[in-house]
């Protein structure tokens, strides 16, 4: 991948164009603000870099360039702000499951068209340093955005790793509330190999995830690679697998286990445990009491002590939120 950077360097190099890393800002405005409030009977967007298919409940986002490994680009970035919102606004959706089509989750930040935008701003003569910087800052503010709106969905997310997951896709995945990998998936966090600091969410969030300060600094240092087996001794996925089969297989039966708890409960405590991450013991109690006053009122509440109380009865059946 060093190999292909280096070589678009050298391309670009004196050339300076301007290429597009992504679609215009105001045609993600027009797609993200298409539909602001929930329905029921709302249109999946339209997407060329992820697919959306709904399994019941659980509703599979799957990184769709397998001819690239999944390398993402900009449009990649706006699409998945773009998916999360409408997944966080579906009711019908309870929980996602992240996958990659093909041979890998995901290998990183698409090197050739990422060095055509930066190398096109920075050489861009009728552009002020001010200026220059306030273009590669909005392209920040969307990568940044992407995968905020994965750890601001309130739909539990499932990372499912096969293959390859490395720099943004390791972002990506902690932005995600639960991990599983085969073990022999190759995780990295690449960014220092291609001379930057990793600046999309994985340096702000894997020191919340994991407790060995001292290796996450070595593979943030070193950017070497680790596999899926290390990452569950190092404590960022909770499970591994033998293959891609398996890996799907018990990705997706968690979800459904999830999904046929109350949407209210589950969704309520997604919310509780990322607050309480960044907040004191007494401002978290106080945030789940505000939070409580109106759930604990839910139809959810009555069906789940019923069916508690009752011996050989069905489960609980709840209801879309």
Not at 23 to 30: A, D, K
Not at 118 to 143: C, N, P, Y
Not at 210 to 220: I, K, P, Q
């Amino acid at each position: 991948m060093m190999s292909i950077f280096s070589k678009t360097l050298s391309t670009v190099r004196g050339t300076a164009p301007r290429v597009s890393f992504f679609t215009p800002l105001s045609t993600y405005r027009q797609a993200s603000s298409s539909r602001p409030f929930a329905s029921k009977n709302a249109t999946p967007p339209t997407l060329e870099h992820l697919a959306i298919e709904q399994r019941g409940n659980v509703f599979n986002l799957q990184l769709n360039r397998p001819k690239l490994l999944n390398a993402v680009t900009g449009d990649t970035w706006r699409e998945l702000k773009i998916a999360f919102d409408y997944l966080h606004q579906t009711p019908a959706c309870r929980v996602i499951v992240v996958t990659g089509n093909g041979r890998a989750f995901c290998a990183g930040l698409d090197l050739k068209s990422g060095a055509e935008f930066f190398m096109g701003v920075t050489q861009d003569e009728s552009l002020d340093i001010a200026r220059k910087a306030s273009e590669i800052r909005a392209f920040l503010k969307v990568a940044q955005g992407a995968y905020s709106s994965i750890e601001a969905c309130r739909k539990p997310v499932i990372a499912a790793v096969h293959g390859y997951a490395l720099g943004a896709a390791t972002s990506l995945i902690t932005a995600a509330d639960i991990r599983y990998a085969t073990s022999d998936s190759i995780l990295s966090i690449k960014e220092v190999d291609i001379a930057i600091a990793a600046d999309v969410g994985v340096l702000q969030r894997i020191q919340k995830l994991v407790g060995n300060d001292s290796l996450t600094r070595e593979l943030v240092l070193t950017a070497r690679n680790f596999t899926g087996a290390e990452a569950k001794e190092y404590g960022l996925v909770s499970r591994t697998f033998p293959d891609k089969e398996s890996l799907y297989d018990a990705a997706f039966l968690l979800a459904d286990q999830i999904a046929a708890k109350s949407p209210v409960a589950v969704q309520g405590s997604k919310l509780a445990l990322n607050y309480s991450r960044d907040h004191s013991v007494a401002d978290s109690l106080e945030w789940m009491a505000n939070w409580n006053i109106s759930m604990l009122q839910s139809e959810d509440l009555i069906k789940a002590v019923m069916a508690a109380s009752s011996k050989g009865g069905d489960p609980p059946k709840f209801n879309d939120f």
